[in-house]
Each structure stands twice: as structure tokens, then as C-alpha cells.
């Protein structure tokens, strides 16, 4: 049974910092396709940041230059540092696995597996 549980959400300042962590069971972090999404109030899903399993990664515009997404393999456990933050990145952040790694990388529903979410408000 995959389980993905994120923790590391929080409220911070804009231009502050926060690290995401997503820990995985019933998948190994270092051979599955894996990737960050939020979703704000009222807005569909989006993906944020992914990586497959040869290391690469795929950023949306909003993010890139200011995220990073990496893994550690003796946690098992997938992060999302992410530097930066404007209130426009306030949302809730999910954690995705998924068995196919084939597509964009950041949509969602090329993802097959979820977190519950963790929440992210970035105040001015």
C-alpha cells in the first residue's frame, strides 16, 4: 500500500523560506516518478515541480529559480524547498507518485498516488 505523507507547511512572510517533505512508504523515492502540486482556493491543481527517475527535473514558470525539488533515498522522502514566497503561493501543497513516468511531469492526473496535503500561506 503506498502512503505519502507531507509535512513542512506552515505561514511565513513573503520573501521567506519553507521546505516541504514528503515521506513515502509502498514506494521507493529513488525509482518512482514523483512531483509537488497545490492547489489554492477556488483554482484547479497544479503542478509545481517533479522529477523522474534518472534525476531529472520539471519546474512550472511560476516556480523555477526559486523551488527545488530533491529526494533522499535513506528517508525515503521527497522535499520541496522553496525560496522566495509571494501570497501567490499560498495554497495547499500535495505530494504525487505515480507508475508511469510518460507525459509533462506536472500534470495531475498522470499521477496515480497522493499525500493528504499540507498548508502553505505566505502573508505580505
Known amino acids: 500500500q503506498v502512503q505519502l505523507v507531507e509535512s513542512g507547511g506552515g505561514s511565513v512572510q513573503a520573501g521567506g523560506s519553507l521546505r516541504l517533505s514528503c515521506a513515502a512508504s509502498g514506494v521507493t523515492v529513488s525509482s518512482t516518478c514523483m512531483g509537488w502540486f497545490r492547489q489554492a482556493p477556488g483554482k484547479e491543481r497544479e503542478g509545481v515541480a517533479a522529477r523522474d527517475t534518472a534525476g531529472r527535473t520539471r519546474y512550472a514558470s511560476s516556480v523555477k529559480g526559486r523551488w527545488t525539488i530533491s529526494k533522499e533515498n535513506a528517508k525515503n522522502t521527497l522535499y520541496l524547498q522553496m525560496n522566495s514566497l509571494s501570497t501567490e503561493d499560498t495554497a495547499m501543497y500535495y505530494c504525487?507518485?505515480?507508475?508511469?513516468?510518460?507525459?509533462?511531469?506536472?500534470?495531475?492526473?498522470?499521477?496515480?498516488?497522493w499525500g493528504q496535503g499540507t498548508q502553505v500561506t505566505v502573508s505580505s
Open positions: 504525487a507518485a505515480r507508475t508511469h513516468c510518460i507525459g509533462s511531469y506536472l500534470q495531475a492526473h498522470e499521477y496515480n498516488y
